[in-house]
C-alpha cells in the first residue's frame, strides 16, 4: 500500500529554521506534483509550496522567501527547507502527492499524515 511518510517538525524559537521531509514508501507507476499544505488551528487548510515533476515551484503568498521547497525524485521525496519561522507559521503540515498508479488511470491525491511545527519562544 502506498504511504507518504512525513518527518521533521518540532519545536523551534521564532526566527528559527526547520526542514522536513516527505518520503513515498510503497509501489506506483510515477508521481506528478508533490507539496506541502499547513492547516493551523481553527483555519482552513492551505497551500504551502508545490513541485510539479518538471521542477517549476509556487509558493504561498505568506511564504515572501522565506521558504523552498525541492524533491529527489530518485528517492521520491519531497522537502520543505523552512527559515525565518515565526509563531503564525504554526501549524501541521501536510505533504500531498499526485500519483499515478500501477495498471489504473488517472491521477490519485495522496495526503500523508501530518507533522506538527509550533514556533514559539
Known amino acids: 500500500q502506498l504511504r507518504f511518510v512525513e518527518s521533521g517538525g518540532g519545536l523551534v524559537q521564532p526566527g528559527g529554521s526547520l526542514r522536513l521531509s516527505c518520503a513515498a514508501s510503497?509501489?506506483?507507476?510515477?508521481?506528478?506534483?508533490m507539496g506541502w499544505y499547513r492547516q493551523a488551528p481553527g483555519k482552513q487548510r492551505e497551500l504551502v509550496a508545490q513541485?510539479?515533476?518538471?521542477?517549476?515551484?509556487n509558493y504561498g503568498d505568506f511564504v515572501k522567501g522565506r521558504f523552498t521547497i525541492s524533491r529527489d525524485n530518485a528517492k521520491n521525496t519531497v522537502y520543505l527547507e523552512m527559515n525565518s519561522l515565526q509563531p503564525e507559521d504554526t501549524a501541521v503540515y501536510y505533504c500531498?502527492?499526485?500519483?499515478?498508479?500501477?495498471?489504473?488511470?488517472?491521477?490519485?491525491?495522496?495526503w500523508g499524515q501530518g507533522t506538527q511545527v509550533t514556533v514559539s519562544s
Open positions: 500531498r502527492a499526485e500519483v499515478r498508479r500501477l495498471r489504473q488511470i488517472g491521477v490519485f491525491v495522496y
Open positions: 510503497g509501489s506506483f507507476f510515477s508521481i506528478d506534483a
Open positions: 513541485v510539479p515533476s518538471d521542477g517549476n515551484t
